[in-house]
């Protein structure tokens, strides 16, 4: 059973007179409710997708002997994920590694969205068995255990005006069928 505690009199007084007094000054200005960066977790997914698929792309159009056509693929990613992409192609490039062949993605599918949706992570299969990297004499710099495909977690984050990938992990939790 619930027991109600009157409040005494002065208690009610005063809250009384301070909303009388809440009521003649100004208004504060309203908090701004967040909004969604998208109105579903599909469209989250499918916005995610679309970064992907045009990162992988800018990717296989990188020429690591052209710094310019690294900046492209920078556009879509932040953080340490960007980061680590400016460190490995400033590199080849000071080394004058050439890579060729294009990455696949064999799957994409969204993992986690939820509300704001600011932040999706997505399950990704990538094929990479027809990129080589080699030096100027030819020689291989692809390490020989290297699996043809990757399983890999990617995070994104939205920056106000798109998905932008942050990170992305090797998945072991998550199998690829390859293709």
């Known amino acids: 059973m619930i027991h109600?505690?009157?409040a005494p009199t002065s208690i009610i007084a005063l809250a009384l007179t301070s909303a009388l007094v809440v009521g003649c000054?100004?208004?504060p200005e309203p908090t701004p409710t967040p909004t969604a960066a998208f109105a579903s977790e599909e469209e989250a997914f499918a916005a995610a997708e679309e970064t992907y698929r045009a990162f992988t792309s800018r990717l296989n159009e990188v020429d690591t002997s052209d710094s310019t056509t690294f900046e492209p693929l920078f556009a879509l990613s932040s953080g340490e994920f960007e980061k680590a992409d400016r460190e490995a192609y400033s590199t080849m490039h000071a080394e004058g590694l050439i890579v060729d062949g294009d990455t696949r993605i064999l799957s994409f599918q969204g993992s986690e969205a939820v509300s704001p949706f600011t932040v999706?992570?997505?399950d990704v299969c990538l094929?990479?068995?027809a990129v080589t990297v080699v030096d100027a004499d030819g020689a291989s710099h692809v390490d020989p255990d290297r699996p043809d495909v990757y399983?890999?977690?990617v995070t994104f984050i939205y920056d106000e005006t798109q998905l932008l990938i942050d990170s992305a992990i090797v998945n072991q939790d998550f199998a690829c069928d390859e293709l």
């Open 4 to 6: 109600h505690r009157h």
């Open 25 to 27: 000054s100004p208004a």
């Open 120 to 122: 999706v992570v997505a």
């Open 127 to 129: 094929d990479v068995r």
């Open 151 to 153: 399983a890999l977690s």
